[in-house]
């Protein structure tokens, strides 16, 4: 018997990263994991992957009732799927603002949504939202992405009220820079990757990049019956980025 043996749960942008690290933590633990993806065709064994646009919410419907379907019921949900950008505001076009918080935060509303009825049935029903340090720090060339996350910190929030009396659990995760493949292509649009990963490493006080599998423990247990009396929480997993001021380090 593990922590999740019995447990049903969706995971969505699993296929890569932050998010197959999740799926392949929840499975790991006893969970029958189903990923949700606009490409889930490389997803492996024993997950199940589904193909869902958190775009669009036919397609989001459709993914949530046959992962449902397919698992049984749902008691955990993981919204992770998310994109990216880069510059101030001055350098991403109205089109880019309406496409990166449609993905990030109304395709969480989507998601949850959707899988609300089930939840509701689930006798352990948690959502955990993929939020990012950019909720909390201001991060040069990330206005808008950080605009992102810092409406999903609070969607994590109003959520958690609203459906803490239903049983429904919705915390989120703090992600550091992690060490994902959306980061590792930013790295290689530098004019310097090199130097460009070692200032990212110096950021976070642990002096290097968060790692997908840390970001994933931290989602498992938000979303396990360890965590039973925890709701409308946000847990960092930056290094140490979000509360510590370290004195810079004197040369000897």
């Known amino acids: ?15 890569s990263g932050i998010g197959l690290a999740t799926a392949r933590a929840l499975a790991a633990q006893g969970a029958t994991v189903a990923v949700l993806d606009l490409d889930p065709a490389g997803v492996p064994g024993p997950l199940l992957g589904l193909r869902a646009d958190v775009g669009d919410d036919t397609s989001v419907r459709a993914a949530v009732d046959a992962a449902a379907t397919r698992l ?10 998310g994109i990216g950008a880069v510059g101030t505001v001055e350098d991403n076009p109205d089109e880019q603002w309406h496409r990166v918080l449609d993905v990030n935060v109304v395709g969480m509303v989507r998601t949850t949504r959707a899988a609300l009825p089930h939840l509701r049935r689930s006798a352990h029903a948690s959502v ?4 990012s340090i950019g ?11 950080c605009a992102s996350k810092g409406a999903v910190l609070s969607l994590t929030l109003a959520m958690a009220a609203d459906h803490v009396r239903e049983g429904i ?31 990212l490493n110096a950021r976070q006080p642990l002096g290097r990049l968060v790692t997908a599998d840390e970001v994933a423990a931290a989602i498992v247990y938000l979303a396990s019956p360890a965590a039973a009396s925890v ?21 000897s």
């Open 1 to 15: 018997m593990t922590a999740l043996s019995g447990l049903r749960a969706v995971v969505t942008g699993g296929a």
């Open 72 to 81: 049984g019921g749902i008691d955990i949900l993981v919204n992770n799927a």
């Open 128 to 131: 955990v939202n993929t939020c």
């Open 135 to 145: 909720a909390t720090a201001g991060l040069p060339q990330r206005a808008l992405y």
């Open 169 to 199: 659990r919705v915390n989120c995760v703090n992600p550091g820079t992690a060490d994902t493949p959306w980061v590792a292509r930013l790295l290689d649009g530098a004019d310097d990757p090199e130097a460009e990963r070692a200032a």
């Open 231 to 251: 709701t409308g929480t946000t847990l960092a997993v930056d290094g140490g980025m979000q509360g510590l001021r370290l004195r810079p380090v004197t040369p």
